[in-house]
């Protein structure tokens, strides 16, 4: 656990920085215009900094009620394996604890949501991908 992290629900967040993480870890870092979306239209997001640098994100879209969906999880390389990402997504399903269901999509990370209880899917998950 690293204790040197200050961790904040939507607090200031600006899209550049929010790309510079995305991309360190090389997910789609999108453009501004979407990036500005993403810190606004979001239910709710989770911001990890270190002496001010962001350096771990994740966030929340929800109606509240039956369903939520927890989105662009990313650590900083150097701070993964530190309980950063563990803490961001306590904090998510603390938001999402009233919700019926809560989603999300992982290709690299399986180990950590299945500690908090998340059941790979055993229905079928269709995407329309209009980008
Ligand atoms: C996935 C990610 C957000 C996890 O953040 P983190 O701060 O490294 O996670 P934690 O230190 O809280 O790890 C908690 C547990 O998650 C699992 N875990 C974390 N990263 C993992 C990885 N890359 N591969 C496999 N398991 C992983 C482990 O079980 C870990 O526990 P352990 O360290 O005791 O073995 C971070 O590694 C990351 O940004 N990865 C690249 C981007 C990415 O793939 N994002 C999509 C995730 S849905």
Known sequence: MNSNIHYAISGELHSEEL??????????????????????????YVTARDAGSLVGFGRIISDGAT??????????????????GQTILETLMRIAKDVTSIYLY?????????????KLSEKRLYILRNS
């Open 19 to 44: 790309g510079q993480l995305l991309q360190s870890v090389k997910m789609n870092a999108y453009s501004d215009e979407k990036r500005n979306r993403i810190i606004s239209g979001s239910t709710a």
């Open 67 to 84: 369903l939520a969906y927890i989105n662009n999880m990313a650590v900083s390389p150097q701070y993964q394996r530190q309980g950063i």
């Open 106 to 118: 992982t290709n690299t990370a399986d180990a950590l949501y299945i500690r908090y209880g998340f």
